[in-house]
């Protein structure tokens, strides 16, 4: 079972079968292939591709007389690997903005972000003219395809657990001629390398989001949404539903939200950080390190934790953002699926209709048509208005228990709206008949009137939820006239719950109220 970084360093010398597996196939692929070919191959998070491509090294370097480049875009994932290829025997290089060079002529294995090798390149500092091989690490990242001009007689092997890439107008397979494709998500679980995730979708409303110009959703309207008291509501009630005292990792769209979410965590009486990039490379470590060690500890971030963080002993990861990366989706659900002795489930909770959006994460995705044609595979997602046309309110458990004798609790909108049209009535009577529902429940549940308008109260969210549907079926959804309902709505409610409990509880119990 993989446990910790350093037990899968372990199983590195030990390779499974599947890695074996990959390592043949990428190796028959370059021996078929000519000397310039671009190869993609694709294995999950948490699958140990960074195992593979050092095996890949140490054999490369055995049976070949040229050298390697291993290229990273992040300094963790650079120290990483560089760390891997030592426990594989090979000695390497970290081509860092600091590294002297006068001695590269010792070493058959470079490490480098690509920015730096990018720089020394252009200084004409680093010999590459005995390149025989180049892997890159989280090949998804379009910064890498600048540098292919200075490689055009190496075999480029980009690794990456999902080939889609994270600029639409620059499609992967522009820069690589062939995608293998390695174990699912799924076989993973079964054969306990994974932890399965259990992922818990809370609707959330998204018509506000702006798309920006790299095709996800701008940090500033993600913030706008993200940082309003009912969303950081929301936020708190999921915890507090299925992770409170479970080690949280919480994703979120801008420093703000970030901040704001600490903040609400903080005056809640949890244990919460705070980590941005922003922080010094000491913060980022005591930060981390307290993680570590605290076993229900919260950390709220942005998108800095989702590659070169590896802590296996995560338990719920709160997405409290909406992505229309997919690759985003995997990353950030797959800092939670490490398994450990003690864990082969974790948690999920979506605030970002990403569930919707994508599907389960380890669903039977088809890479090699995504990889083909990205932009079918794209243009074929659900969009934020479909997402929401299907939402179905579903009344928090706190909020429920109150109303336990009250078999159902949902009332269609849209179902009595096109039912009354076929009627020949005014469409007005879908709210009277929603305002006789709520009166009902509430009274179900009710011993005299106050116990009824206490109980309206609560149904806040459920109210804006009808409403918000019912402006869908008149298509008349101005923020005035919206507004406008709401308040309307729950003054006909309360009076209505006045006018006509006596009766409706006689009705309800059998008996007069007393």
Same mark, same amino acid.
């Given at each position: ?110 490490? +480098? ?25 989280? +090949? ?20 990456? +657990? ?123 470590? +005591? ?228």
């Amino acid at each position: 079972m993989i446990t910790t970084e350093s037990e899968e360093t372990k199983a590195g010398k030990d390779l499974y079968s599947y890695q074996k597996g990959a390592i043949n196939k990428i190796f028959k692929a370059f021996e078929d292939s000519p000397e310039d070919y671009h190869l993609l191959y694709q294995l999950p998070t948490g699958g140990g591709k960074t195992v593979i491509f050092s095996e890949i090294v140490r054999q490369y370097l055995k049976h070949h007389k040229k050298k390697v480049l291993v290229m990273t875009h992040r300094i963790e994932l650079c120290k990483q690997t560089s760390k891997m290829l030592t426990e594989f025997g090979v000695e390497n290089k970290i081509v860092s903005s600091k590294a002297n060079l006068d001695d590269q002529s010792q070493y058959s294995c470079f490490v +480098a972000m690509v920015e730096t090798l990018n720089n020394r390149l252009q200084e004409d500092k680093l010999d590459i003219s005995d390149i025989g091989l180049v892997i890159i690490d989280e +090949a998804h990242y379009n910064s890498f395809t600048k540098l292919f001009k200075f490689f055009e007689k190496s075999f480029i092997l980009g690794v990456t +657990a999902t080939p889609l890439s994270s600029n639409i107008k620059l499609p992967m397979n522009d820069n690589y001629d062939e995608l293998i494709v390695g174990e699912t998500i799924e076989h993973l679980i079964e054969s306990k390398f994974l932890a399965r995730a259990e992922i818990y979708s809370y609707n959330v409303g998204l018509t506000s989001l702006v798309v920006g110009a790299n095709g996800d959703y701008t940090v500033k309207s993600s913030e706008d949404l993200y940082t309003n008291s009912d969303m950081l509501s929301k936020l708190i009630q999921a915890y507090e539903e299925r992770c409170k005292g479970k080690k949280t990792l919480i994703f979120n769209n801008g420093i703000n939200t970030s901040l704001h979410v600490y903040d609400t965590f903080k005056r809640a009486g949890y244990p919460v950080a705070h980590l941005d990039n922003t922080n010094t490379k000491k913060e980022r470590k +005591a930060i981390l390190k307290w993680f570590k060690e605290t076993p229900d500890a919260i950390l709220t971030s942005v998108s800095i934790l989702t590659t070169g963080f590896d802590e296996p002993t995560v338990e719920c990861i709160i997405l409290n953002r909406a992505t229309k990366s997919l690759t985003l989706y995997y990353q950030m659900i797959g800092r939670g699926s490490r398994i450990l002795k003690n864990k082969s489930t974790f948690q999920v909770i979506d605030l970002g209709n990403n569930l919707h959006r994508f599907g389960p994460w380890g669903a039977d995705l088809d890479w090699q048509r995504i990889f083909r044609t990205p932009n079918f595979y794209l243009d074929g997602l659900i969009t934020d208005e479909d997402i929401e046309e299907n939402f179905r309110y579903e009344m928090p458990e706190h909020i429920r228990s109150e109303f336990s004798n009250s078999e159902d609790v949902y009332f269609d909108i849209k179902k009595t709206y096109i039912d009354s049209i076929k009627a020949g009535e005014s469409s007005k009577v879908v709210l009277e008949r929603s305002i006789h529902h709520h009166a009902k429940i509430c009274i179900e549940n009710s011993e005299d009137v106050y116990d009824a308008l206490g109980l309206a109260k609560m149904l806040g969210d459920d109210i804006d939820y009808r409403i918000g549907r019912y402006t869908k079926c008149i298509s008349k959804s101005t923020f005035n006239f919206v507004e406008w309902l709401k308040n309307d709505y729950r003054l006909k409610l309360r009076a209505y719950i006045r006018d006509n409990f006596d009766t409706m509880f006689e009705e309800i119990h059998g008996r007069p109220a007393e």
